[in-house]
């Protein structure tokens, strides 16, 4: 008798336990949408009734603050960059999935550079930026020394999502196009990459959300100069969206303050629909390689 | 024949235009680490090794100069453990929270939050920590607001994607044998997950927690605005004051840096980048330990 009242009030504690567990899990969940919800909210709700013409497509001065030229600038940053590194990136993904041979040792040796790669912090991309493109290529800093900077930073996310897509393209899509006689070369282009195309697209569109973000790598290497109007001279110093961000968070005054809140606020807008464009993207791919 | 041969020759073309083009991460990460190096490690020198890593005095415009980093190590390692003490619980309960106590509906609006929150860019956090966070700890908590656990709040939000995702993927890769024999032997859901599914997933969780100290280390932006920036003796160091990290140091003097000073930021980098390195590796060892496994 006495064994089981034991036996009893040992269930009950471990069904207590369960339950606080069960609420913890619950309760983090929740937390984890909450402050997202709370960061968007702050700053949509403060940012957007500060957002107007003046702001968007002004002449920059002391008194407007105007994004206009950061706008430019940072549209300028992504096409450039994205000239630069979608070609690489996603040959050396063709490269590693189609060419390569199996326990190759130049694939471990290029994988293991594209992992250290993704995880160099922007500040060290930002020094090297500084030390190399703009000092000893003497490209001074510039929208170009900018550029060339994050196009390496941006490779690692390109390879990965092309990488990822290619191998989702199904083998007898390939053998198909080799069976008729095509090149290797052929089937590449003709079949492999429109049917990851899909996927890569989602890699680039998330490759244009971290340029757009991107700060500590840009501040010593495009520089955080402000021209009244957008000019797309490759070798002028100008700011991003988010460095402007940054700036006129930094100085402190309450105006500034405001159009902070506004650069935030469109910041995160461009975020939302980068965000929602990759993941439908993304899915599509699934669909191609369910034989469609 | 002509054009069989022209094809022959453009696929080789091709191929070696593939490869180099998967040589350029390569490359990059040599150039990246030499001229890294090329430049910080004379400064080491010049400074001496002892009075630059193992000195906690900040002076590099001062006479005589001086050029000690220990306590922006020290402030490194404080907010990223402070980062991990917030972000891994709730990152983890959150993942578990995912993979076995979501319903599809609530899946729907959970997973696309948690990628939305990977994206946001780190200046919107950091103006999110200064507006928010900074008030709400000198109001509710003390000190002026700018401090370490200002910074590890906000550095332990940033991770969470890192660790929900990967610790989720994880979590949903332990076989459902595992589960059924626990639940054979009586226990209830929760048990099984936290006692026999979480334990089963530890390499994955143990690779989220790394990624997360990796992307803590390596922050710069959200951690200037929210952590004061001042360098502090290392017996002044304290949850509620102001700190200055390895990141941060860089950022707030090298505008105006220049000779010794600036070769002594960017040495500072490549302690940085040593850090980061170490990290990678540990990284490839619990990969290499798995995959054995």
């Known amino acids: ?292 | 024949m002509e054009s069989i041969k022209k094809s022959k020759f453009n696929d080789t073309v091709m191929q070696s235009v593939f490869f180099m083009s998967a040589f350029v991460s390569v490359l990059a990460v040599i150039a990246i680490s030499l001229f890294l190096f090329l430049r910080g490690i004379p400064a080491i020198a010049e400074i001496g090794f002892m009075d630059f890593v193992f000195s906690e005095k900040w002076g590099p415009v001062n006479t005589p100069a001086s050029y000690g980093i220990l306590s922006m190590i020290v402030g490194s390692i404080y907010v990223t453990a402070g980062a991990i003490v917030i972000g891994v619980p709730v990152g983890l309960m959150c993942a578990v929270f995912l993979a076995e106590f979501c319903p599809e509906g609530i899946y729907k609006i959970v997973k696309p939050a948690v990628n939305l929150l990977a994206g946001i860019p780190s200046i919107i956090y950091g103006f999110f920590g200064m507006q928010i966070v900074v008030p709400f700890v000198r109001d509710n908590v003390g000190g002026n607001g700018y401090s370490i656990l200002s910074a590890s709040i906000i550095l332990g939000i940033m991770i969470l994607p890192t660790i929900i995702s990967i610790s989720e993927s994880s979590i949903r890769a332990v076989p459902e044998s595992y589960k059924e024999g626990s639940f054979g032997l009586g226990a209830t859901k929760e048990e099984t997950i936290f006692k026999v599914v979480v334990p089963a997933a530890k390499s994955g969780v143990l690779t989220a927690i790394i990624l997360g100290i990796g992307r803590a280390v390596g922050e710069t932006m959200a951690v200037v605005m929210v952590a004061g920036n001042a360098v502090m003796p290392l017996d002044k160091i304290a949850l509620l004051k102001p700190i200055r990290t390895l990141t941060t140091n860089i950022v707030t003097e090298m505008s105006y840096a220049s000779g010794l000073h600036e070769s002594s930021l960017i040495a500072t980098g490549v302690v940085l980048f040593v850090f980061i390195v170490i990290l990678n590796a540990s990284l490839s060892l619990i990969k290499f330990r798995s995959s054995r496994n």
């Open chain 1, 1 to 292: 008798m006495e064994n089981t009242a034991l036996e009893k009030s040992v269930l009950n504690k471990r069904k207590t336990k369960s339950l606080i567990l069960r609420f913890m899990v619950w309760l983090c969940g929740i937390l984890t949408v909450g402050i997202l919800a709370y960061i968007l909210l702050f700053i949509l709700v403060r940012g957007i009734p500060n957002i107007n013409m003046e702001f968007l497509f002004g002449e920059y001065n002391s008194d407007s603050l105007s994004a206009f030229s950061s706008i430019v600038t940072t549209v300028e940053m992504i096409v450039i960059s994205l000239i630069i590194a979608v070609p690489v990136g996603v040959f050396c993904a063709i490269y590693l999935h189609e060419y390569a041979k199996r326990g190759n040792k130049a694939v471990k040796v290029i994988r293991l550079a594209v992992d250290t790669l993704a995880g160099i912090p922007s500040i060290v991309y930002g020094l090297f930026g500084m030390i190399f493109f703009v000092n000893i290529l003497g490209l001074r800093a510039s929208v170009l020394s900018g550029v060339l900077t994050i196009s390496i930073m941006i490779l690692p996310v390109i390879i990965s999502s092309s990488e990822e897509a290619i191998k989702s393209v199904p083998d007898m899509y390939r053998e198909g196009s080799l069976g008729l006689g095509a090149t290797r070369l052929r089937t590449v282009f003709s079949i492999v990459l429109p049917t990851a195309m899909p996927g890569i697209l989602s890699g680039v569109i998330l490759a244009i959300g971290r340029i757009v973000g991107e700060t500590a790598a840009l501040i010593f290497t495009s520089g955080t100069n402000v021209l009244e109007n957008p000019t797309l001279d490759l070798m002028a110093s100008q700011r991003t969206l988010a460095i402007h961000m940054y700036m006129l968070a930094s100085e402190g005054l309450p105006y500034s303050k405001d159009m902070a809140f506004a650069t935030g606020a469109i910041l995160i807008i461009i975020v939302f629909i980068v965000n929602f464009a990759a993941t439908k993207l993304a899915g599509r791919i699934g669909g191609l390689s369910n034989g469609k």
